[in-house]
């Protein structure tokens, strides 16, 4: 069973910084795929950024530029830091690890940008 757990939603006004994080415990071993998903209300959940476990890395269009996406795997920890906030992207941000073919998820995190 693998469990993750993220950190660091919140409030901020638009232009602003955020950096989320998750820590992964569990019976973690081998190469593995960690990343971040997101979900506004009313709208189904979408990819991030994906970041595999050699460093290549996966960002949705609307995302490029502005997120960067990283990952210790000594800790087994990913983050994403987020530049240039805007108000659509407030969304429910998930952690997500990719393990043997199974995907889990955490809770997720609010992030809300707004004046």
């Known amino acids: 069973q693998v469990q993750l757990v993220e950190s660091g939603g919140g409030l901020v006004q638009p232009g602003g910084s955020l950096r989320l994080s998750c820590a992964a415990s569990?019976?973690?071993?081998?190469?593995?795929?960690m990343g971040w998903h997101r979900q506004a209300p009313g709208n189904q959940r979408e990819l991030v950024a994906i970041?595999?476990?050699?460093?290549?890395?996966i960002y949705a269009d609307s995302m490029k530029g502005r997120f960067t996406i990283s990952r210790n795997n000594t800790k087994n920890t990913v983050s994403l830091q987020m530049n240039s906030l805007k108000p659509e992207d407030t969304a429910v941000y998930f952690c997500?690890?990719?393990?043997?073919?199974?995907?889990?998820w955490g809770q997720g995190t609010q992030v809300t940008v707004s004046s």
């Open positions: 997500w690890l990719s393990l043997r073919g199974k995907g889990y």
């Open positions: 569990g019976n973690i071993f081998g190469t593995y795929a």
């Open positions: 970041i595999t476990s050699s460093d290549t890395t």
